[in-house]
């Protein structure tokens, strides 16, 4: 008989469905947009669990929320969570599941009597989408400096109310969870998400272990041409600006992704001015996404993306402006952490596989500052930011395991 500490799998299967009746959307999603009254609904919900099972919870200013359960040493606490929020039309594990199996975690350690040498917090990291208010991952980003940027202060949602606003109603809507200074030592941070993949389901392996997050830059290309009718003009005298944009993405397609298999590069954006049907396409802006898990190489395609650029324009006559608008810069978590994690697998007896996000998490930010991984499990067809977002049973108990088996690997290993 095993026995190996399990979680209670039907609590937290019975939580994920209590917190996705918040913000519920008609095709079985959620619509928990950031410092909402939902959001502030699940945090209440969630502090009341934590309430009940005496544990302290507290706030910062950026409105992240913390739940401690003491170690035996007064020590900085290893730290597990994810998000609250959603998109507007998310699925209901992108962000919960990381906070719903840390507070499991939480509970089982307490149910045990498990003492740990560190103490362990879970953390709701506020507005990570960024759907209602930009950029995402706000929380994890002011945690990991310390301070909340400026310009942060005009931000405002499409309706015009203002992130400053919606702090201030959010952590006075939970008087009972004292404020804490933003920012302070940890042990280490671990997080379990959805992979938003196809690679764990395709291979039927339970559980992923993060070795690293791509980096990702965003590039505006903004081409230049001359305007002139499209009936008169001959070849051999037109700009166009739009001619010139489709020779140089031709060229994006044919020698970026195709030559690397870890290239991403996608063009999601792009604006032709006039837009008149009968002129020649004075302008064209467009943004290419590039991303890759290694910092040389995404340099090396920064390069070649901009000689393209150069190179197509000239030879059509046209101008251009290349723009470098976010610059995120991989991430790869520490092999002390990664070795901790496969350590718990095998300890669980569960398959599970390395593998690089290819999305951005809280987790990039945090590990600014402190030791941090990830795990993921399996979402069905990869498919996340959408209603149909889906993790079986199996998985999400799985996932919960290999955080708690972690954790404790984590603080054993913190001992001195
Ligand atoms: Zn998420």
């Keep these: 008989m095993s026995t190996t500490l399990h979680i209670d799998g039907d609590r937290l299967l019975k939580r994920l469905d209590q917190f996705a009746a918040i913000g519920a959307t008609p095709g079985g999603g959620v619509n928990r947009p950031a410092l909402s009254a939902l959001d502030q609904q699940a945090r209440r919900l969630l502090s009341e669990l934590a309430f009940a099972r005496g544990f302290r919870v507290e706030q ?29 039309m998310g699925g209901r594990f992108d962000g919960a599941l990381g906070v719903l199996a840390a507070f499991e975690v939480l509970e089982t350690l307490e149910d045990r009597s498990v003492e740990t040498h560190t103490p362990v917090e879970v953390v709701v990291w506020t507005n990570e989408e960024g759907s209602r208010f930009a950029p995402g991952a706000m929380g994890s980003r002011a945690f990991s400096s310390g301070a909340i940027p400026p310009e942060w202060k005009e931000a405002k949602d499409q309706d015009g109310v203002g992130l ?55 590039l505006k290309i903004s081409v230049s041409g001359e305007a002139a009718h499209a009936g008169t003009t001959g070849l051999a005298f037109r700009k166009d600006a739009l001619a010139a944009s489709t020779s140089v993405m031709k060229r994006f397609y044919d020698e970026i992704m195709p030559k690397d298999q870890n290239a991403r590069l996608t063009i999601g954006r792009l604006s032709v001015s006039p837009g008149s049907i009968n002129t020649i396409p004075a302008a064209v802006d467009f943004y290419v996404d590039l991303r890759h898990r290694n910092n040389e190489r995404l340099n090396d395609l920064e390069a070649r993306v901009r000689d393209i650029c150069l190179a197509e324009t000239r030879s059509t006559g046209c101008q251009v402006v290349i723009e470098k608008v976010l610059d995120m810069a991989p991430v790869a978590f520490p092999d002390k952490m990664i070795e901790v ?14 593998l690089v996000s290819g999305a951005f998490h809280d987790a990039l930010f945090v590990a600014g500052v402190a030791p941090a991984g990830m795990i993921f499990v399996p979402c069905r067809k990869g498919r996340s930011h959408c209603e149909d977002e889906h993790v079986e049973p199996s998985a999400t108990i799985a996932g919960c395991n290999l955080l708690l088996h972690t954790a404790i690997g984590y603080c054993k290993l913190n001992v001195g």
Excluded: C
């Design 60 to 88: 910062d200013q950026m409105a992240n929320l913390y739940i401690r359960r003491e170690g035996a040493a007064n020590v900085p606490p290893f730290v597990i969570g994810s998000h609250l929020d959603s998109q507007p």
């Design 164 to 218: 400053d606003q919606e702090l201030t109603a959010t952590v006075a809507a939970l008087p009972e969870a004292p404020l804490r200074p933003l920012g302070a030592p940890i042990a280490g941070y671990l997080e379990l998400h959805i992979e938003q993949g196809p690679v764990l389901e395709e291979e039927e392996i339970p559980v992923g272990i993060v070795t690293g997050i791509q980096g990702t830059r965003w």
């Design 341 to 354: 994690t496969e350590e718990a697998a095998r300890k669980l007896g569960l398959p599970a596989r390395r």
